[in-house]
């Protein structure tokens, strides 16, 4: 079921809002702490913490918030309970905030029954906005516009544009893309590449190695409300707040399902 108009634009308030808390401490100097396994974290995250976690409780009280900044203190036994929940992402791209060029992001899902079913994603540097979901449609908006996105192919004979992280890039990740055939790689930090595949400025982007529930929750919701898919190996999209665990397998998201994905995965036929 779609989000009202009332609660879509209520999100999209607190999405800004977190954003414009960012960019307070991105103007001047901050100091970055890391926490217990050893990532990073800084005042902004916090910042951002707070104003989408009381933003999102006001909006819709009845429907707990998981961030990763308070994810440690929800006994796993109780988020299980949760059949409606929204899952946050503050700051994603911390690394990237730290090196100062641009490439992070506000993260918002709303997950029902484990499903993705609404995400926002806001990028606080240059203010523009993603957001939709399963079934239901995808939007960009910036600099007072909006427009529907569509994932795919524009030019089915060009070099696939393949998504490579600026933070985590690794062996497999490499081999894989020497599997693609001719590529464009495209170097882009945090969730941001979810969106550049909803708008279909990206084909592939695959990820080896962990990531958390919240990395990718609110931009599964818009590529695939734009047509596009993440799934995991064996073909299943991703569902949340359904494990003991919040930490993500492999995954390979496309703005175009019909690509031979499967292909790539295992280029033996043993899948």
Sequence with gaps: MPVSDVVREGVIDVARQAAAAILEVYAGAFEVERKEDASPVTSADMAAHHVIVDGLRALTPD????????????????????????????????????????????????????????????????????????????????????????????????????????????????????????????????????CWLAEGRLDVYPRFGPTSEWDTAAGQAILEGAGGILVDPRGRPFRYNQRQTLLNGDFIALGDPSLPWGDWLDPGGAR
Excluded: Y
């Design 63 to 194: 429907v707990p918030v998981l961030s990763e900044e308070c994810a440690d203190d929800v006994e796993a036994a109780e988020r299980l309970r949760w059949t409606r929940l929204w899952l946050v992402d503050p700051l994603d791209g911390t690394r990237e905030f730290i090196k100062r060029n641009g490439e992070f992001s506000v993260n918002i899902a709303l997950i029902e029954d484990g499903v993705a079913t609404f995400g926002v994603i806001q990028q606080p540097v240059t203010a523009t906005l993603w957001f939709g979901g399963p079934g239901h449609g995808a939007w960009m908006r910036e600099g007072g516009s909006e427009r529907a996105l569509r994932a795919g192919r524009g030019d089915p004979g060009a070099p696939l544009r393949v998504a490579a992280s600026r933070s985590h890039r690794d062996a497999r990740t490499q081999a894989l893309i020497g599997r693609l055939g001719p590529v464009d790689p495209v170097a882009l930090g945090s969730s941001l590449k979810f």
